[in-house]
C-alpha cells in the first residue's frame, strides 16, 4: 500500500544528501575532535564549519553555537543553566502555557529547587498577550521563556517584540525554535534572542543532535559535567556524524527556505480550505495567518481524533492527533484546553504536517478519503444525531478520570 507521511512536526526523514556526509563521518573520517593527530583534526575541522553554517541560518556568530544532543537538552541547558548561574539576581522565569512538555517539565524542576514559574496564558488562536507577559514581569524575573511557533497548532509568537521587551527590562530571552528553524527566517540580532533551541530531526538532519545558540555575554552554566567539550558547556565527545548533517541541513534550509517555504504553504492552504469546504462541524485550531507554513489542525465535532488516526493509519496515511484517549494517556492536548477548547472538541482534534517530500497528489488522496471516514465515524457517533442541539460541555465524558 502507498504510504504518505503527514507527521513532519514529530520528526522528518534525513535529507539523502545529509545522510550521505554522516556516512562518511561514521567510517572514513571517524576521528575524535579532541586528537591532536590527522584524524582529530579532520573531524575537528568538520565540526567547526558545522558550527559556521548553523550560526549562519540565524545570523549568530560561530561561537555563540553550542551543539547538544536535541531539542529537550537544549532547552534542558538554556533553563536550568540559566536559572541557576542567575539565581542570585532572582528566581522567577515566565514562560507559557503551551510549550512542549522539554520546557514544561524542567520548569517544574525548577519550581522544586526554589524557582518561581508563570505560565501565561493564551488566547483562542494559541497568542501570547503581550499586556499578560508586561505584567507577569517582577524585579526578581530573571528569564522569558516563549515558544516560536507551538508544535501542535503552528501558532507563531510575537518573538521581535517579546524581545525588545525582555531587552528593555534586562531580563534574558530564551525562545524554543524547533518547529521554527528551517520554516521561519530567523535573525537573533534583529529579534534579540538570547537563547534559542534547534533540534536537527525537525529540519532533515538526524535525531539526536542539536544546538543552542547562546548569545555572547549571557550568564550561564553547565548542567552535564565531565571534559571540557563545547568550551566547557556541554561535555562529552561530540556527537560528529550528527553535527556535520546538522550543519548541512542548515545549509540546505537556508538555501532553499524561501521555496520549499511557498511550495508547502500551497499545499497547506488547499488541506485547509478543501476540508472548510468539504467538511461541516470542523473548527480551524491555530491562528489563521501567523502559522507555520505546513500546519494544519482541525477539530473535528462529534469525533474522537484518535479514531479517525487510525482509520487514516489504515489507508496508509500519517497524521498525529491532539488527543491521546485511546493511547494511555486519558489527557487531552495541553495546548488545545489552554486555548480554551473544550474536552469534547480538543478531542476531536486531528494535525496534519506537511513537508517538502509531500506532493499534490498525496494532498488530493487524503482530501478524497478524509470526508468519507469523517462522515463514516460520525455516523457512529451517539452525539451526531443530535448535532443541531450539540452543547458541547466540561469536563469530557470520555475521560474517566475527571
Ligand atoms: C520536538 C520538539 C522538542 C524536543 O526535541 P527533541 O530533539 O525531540 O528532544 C522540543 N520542543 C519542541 C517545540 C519540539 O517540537
Known amino acids: 500500500m502507498k504510504r504518505i ?33 590527522s584524524f582529530g583534526r579532520e573531524t575537528r575541522k568538520a565540526v ?25 537538552e537544549g532547552d534542558n541547558l538554556a533553563l536550568k543553566g540559566v536559572a541557576f548561574a542567575n539565581r542570585k539576581k532572582g528566581n522567577h ?10 520546557i514544561l517539565h524542567t520548569c517544574e524542576y525548577l519550581e522544586k529547587h526554589g ?50 521587551l525582555a531587552k528593555d527590562k534586562g531580563i534574558y530571552f530564551h525562545t524554543d525554535a524547533v518547529q521554527a528553524v528551517g520554516s521561519c527566517p530567523i535573525d537573533v540580532k534583529e529579534l534579540n534572542i538570547d537563547l534559542l533551541t534547534m533540534a536537527g530531526h525537525k529540519f532533515y538532519a538526524s535525531k539526536g543532535v542539536g544546538a543552542l545558540y547562546i548569545r555572547r555575554g549571557v550568564k550561564i552554566e553547565e548542567i552535564q559535567h565531565g571534559g571540557g567539550h563545547e568550551r566547557n ?48 462541524h470542523v473548527k480551524l485550531n491555530g491562528h489563521p495567518d501567523l502559522r507555520l507554513p505546513g500546519n494544519v489542525n482541525f477539530s473535528f465535532l462529534y469525533i474522537e481524533g484518535e479514531s479517525l488516526l487510525l482509520n487514516l493509519d489504515m489507508k496508509g496515511i500519517a497524521a498525529s492527533s491532539g488527543s491521546a484517549c485511546t493511547s494511555g494517556s486519558l489527557d487531552p492536548s495541553h495546548v488545545l484546553l489552554a486555548m480554551g477548547l473544550v474536552h469534547e472538541v480538543a478531542h476531536g482534534s486531528l494535525r496534519v504536517t506537511l ?30 444525531g443530535s448535532a443541531a442541539e450539540f452543547k458541547p460541555s466540561n469536563p469530557c465524558s470520555s475521560c474517566h478520570h475527571h
Open 115 to 164: 524557582f518561581t514559574v508563570t505560565y501565561l496564558p493564551v488566547d483562542e488562536n494559541a497568542m501570547i498577550r503581550m499586556e499578560d507577559l508586561k505584567n507577569a514581569i517582577t524585579d526578581q524575573t530573571i528569564l522569558i521563556s516563549v515558544m516560536f511557533a507551538n508544535n501542535e497548532v503552528g501558532t507563531i509568537q510575537p518573538i521581535k517584540e517579546i524581545g525588545q
Open 93 to 102: 522565569i515566565i514562560t507559557t502555557a503551551i510549550e512542549h512538555h522539554a
Open 355 to 384: 513537508g517538502r517530500g509531500n506532493t499534490e497528489e498525496d494532498i488530493n488522496y487524503f482530501l478524497e478519503i478524509l470526508p468519507e471516514i469523517v462522515e463514516k465515524l460520525r455516523s457512529m457517533s451517539p452525539l451526531y
Open 5 to 37: 507521511y503527514f507527521d513532519h512536526s514529530a520528526t522528518t526523514p534525513v535529507d539523502r544528501e545529509v545522510a550521505e556526509l554522516m556516512l562518511e563521518y561514521m567510517t572514513d573520517k571517524f576521528g575524535n575532535p579532541s586528537s591532536v593527530h
Open 233 to 280: 558547556l556541554r561535555a562529552g565527545t561530540e556527537n560528529v556524524p550528527g553535527i556535520v548533517g546538522l550543519g548541512k541541513a542548515a545549509e540546505i534550509a537556508n538555501r532553499d527556505m524561501e521555496k520549499k517555504n511557498a511550495y508547502i504553504k500551497g499545499l497547506r492552504d488547499k488541506v485547509i480550505a478543501t476540508i472548510m469546504e468539504k467538511i461541516p
Open 48 to 72: 567547526e564549519e558545522a558550527r559556521e553554517k548553523v550560526a549562519a541560518l540565524i545570523n549568530a556568530t560561530p561561537k555563540e553555537i553550542f551543539f547538544t544532543s536535541g531539542g529537550t
